[in-house]
């Protein structure tokens, strides 16, 4: 994956506000704590929410999971849990288009946005026009925490995303600079979402370990290399 970040970053020193950028941190390695990539780029890895196999709108090709919009579709969640892991892949959106990256993903009641944080996948450049909300841009922690400037590439190009979360702290990389970063279950997140819609969830990031989830918001999308290793 070309100019992708290749190795770990060291949660130790996070003692920033959330969001900041921070390029030094990316000097920082912790691949001691990591276990190998494990690929996540075939069928087998994934199944539909709530269901045993791929949804239909999913189309799966050479590592690339496109979906299509085209039959019954429905988010994607890996078929393994996991609690502290590092989550790289790229993806690039349609126009106008919406999607998202979830983690610690449960199945009960109701759809995967009920349990599991998100990474934001969007065409910046059109939702900008239409309501620009940082918190809700790509990149950001859905809803509760903003990247600092827009870092997308263009409609029809590859992305390149990082997402580490290490027990309760989690950062958000994408194309080699720190989108956000925050701390599940602390004050700030908690207050965080009081304020948000999510408070009408009460299972909304709270569960400390499982799925991972590729959101079907009902705009083409695309992902590809998709890796994965854990960090507990």
């Known amino acids: 994956m070309q100019n992708f970040i ?20 990316a ?7 990591a276990t190998a990539w494990t690929d996540l780029s075939q069928q087998s890895s994934w199944r539909g929410y709530k269901a045993k196999f791929v949804p239909e709108a999913w189309v799966i090709e050479d590592g690339v999971f496109h979906l299509t919009g085209q039959g019954t579709g429905g988010d994607l969640i890996s078929s393994e849990t996991y609690e502290s892991f590092e989550l790289r892949l790229q993806w690039k959106i349609s126009p106008k288009g919406n999607s998202g990256i979830m983690f610690h993903v449960e199945e009960g009641e109701g759809p995967s946005y009920f ?3 998100e990474m934001q996948v969007l065409d910046n ?3 900008d026009e239409a309501e620009p ?10 809803a509760l925490h903003g990247p600092p400037e827009d870092n997308t590439r263009p409609v029809g190009q590859w992305n390149d995303v990082l997402l580490i979360v ?10 080699d600079k720190l989108q956000c970063s925050y701390e599940l279950h602390s ?9 948000s819609k999510f408070k ?11 799925h991972i989830a590729l959101q079907d918001h009902g705009n083409q999308v695309w992902y590809r290399s998709i890796e994965v290793r854990r960090l507990d």
């Open 187 to 195: 004050d700030s997140w908690k207050a965080a979402v009081a304020g």
């Open 125 to 127: 450049a059109w939702f």
């Open 133 to 142: 909300n940082p918190k809700t841009s790509a990149g950001a922690n859905y």
């Open 6 to 25: 290749r190795y770990s970053l060291s949660l130790s020193l996070l003692a920033l506000a959330a969001c900041n950028t921070g390029p030094d941190l």
């Open 27 to 33: 000097q920082q390695s912790s691949e001691s704590a």
């Open 200 to 210: 009408q969830w009460p299972t909304y990031g709270m569960a400390k370990s499982g």
């Open 166 to 175: 290490n027990g309760n702290n989690v950062q958000h990389w994408m194309n």
């Open 115 to 117: 349990t599991g944080p």
